[in-house]
């Protein structure tokens, strides 16, 4: 990647191709699959203009297992800095600052690649500082670097491109593409008790209708269904669709009714994940309105994510829970 200087630079600032060019390759020559033990790697996705003149910076991660998760409260070990070009280089050096820690971060960190999954609006005078994203994971402290260096300026294509929406398609309508509209029903922060199920409701929406759902193309023999991914990013198909994540809190607490898909990049047989063979979008609902109930074991707070896609782009809804005793 051009601009930046340093070994320790390269491997925190990583883009989402970049993480499945150097993850996928090694792996895939060696034919390692790790379930656990692995790091978990900040990774910065670019940035466009917003129409008031401040710029949206796009951040996700990369964690290098199949099954281990974490969870990393906002602190000294998951943490946000705003400081100048080059000023957080070093890894051994600390940048943790409370007052300005908390970016919207998630606290819990799925396994493999979870792409674009939150961003940031930074001010028109932004100029050449860095918002820096420091992720410490197995005793590794690990760095991204959100600039607006004109490289990292990204679209739409570049997103669907990236996550291989419209089964990697790389059509330049897609530079047009609008991302899902999305609705919580109720209230945004709620209050549950330990066991009790929690009613969720959203009314998602594609307003452009594109990419045009279609159905993947059949694989008729096991020797094609099981064969490898040729491709560096894995490919999912178009099409509306809408599921819950634990987005702060553990993710082992909580269990939804009914089981929601994974939006994580888990390209395993059967994964229940789009970008897993052989899964098959479902058809959303004829009034575009999404149920699901959510049972919590343990007090704590947590934050849900939901989030609805057409297959390229993305739009997210968070409900925050309170469970008590």
Do not use: C
Request: hydrophobic residues 35%.
């Amino acid at each position: 990647m051009q601009g930046l200087n340093t070994t320790a630079r390269l491997v925190g600032a990583i883009s989402l191709a970049a993480v499945f060019l150097l993850g996928t390759t090694a792996q895939g020559a060696q034919r390692f699959m790790e379930l656990t033990g692995e790091v978990t790697s900040p990774a910065y996705e670019g940035w466009w203009p917003n129409d008031d003149g401040t710029f949206k910076l796009f951040f996700g991660y990369m964690n290098s297992n199949w099954e281990e998760t974490f969870d990393i409260p906002i602190g000294p070990d998951n943490y946000f800095s705003e400081v100048g070009a080059g000023a957080l280089d070093d890894l051994a050096k600390d940048g943790f600052d409370f007052a300005v820690a908390d970016k919207g971060q998630p606290t819990h960190f799925y396994p493999r690649r979870n792409p674009f999954l939150f961003m940031i609006d930074v001010p028109a005078d932004f100029g050449t500082r860095e918002l820096v994203w420091t992720l410490k994971t197995q005793g590794q402290t690990l760095r991204a670097y959100g600039t607006l260096k004109a490289d990292y300026r990204i679209d739409p294509q570049v997103i669907s491109t990236e996550v291989g929406g419209n089964f990697g398609s790389l059509s330049d309508t897609l530079r047009s593409n609008i991302a899902p509209e999305l609705r919580l029903e109720g209230e945004a922060s709620r209050t549950v008790r330990v066991g009790q199920p929690l009613s969720l409701a959203v009314r998602a929406s594609d307003p452009d209708n594109y990419p045009p759902p279609r159905p993947a193309p059949r694989m008729n023999d096991i020797d094609r269904l099981y064969r490898p991914p040729s491709s560096i990013v894995a490919m999912s198909g178009p099409g509306l669709r809408f599921s819950w994540t634990v987005y702060r809190g553990p993710a082992k607490s909580a269990e939804f009714n009914p089981v929601q898909f994974k939006t994580y990049t888990d390209t395993r047989m059967y994964g229940n994940s789009p970008w897993s063979p052989p899964y098959t979008i479902p058809e959303p609902p004829e009034d575009g309105r999404w149920e699901a109930q959510v049972v919590f074991n343990e007090p704590g707070e947590y934050v849900l994510r939901g989030i609805a896609s057409d297959g390229s782009l993305f739009t997210y809804q968070n409900v925050t829970v309170t469970v008590t005793r």
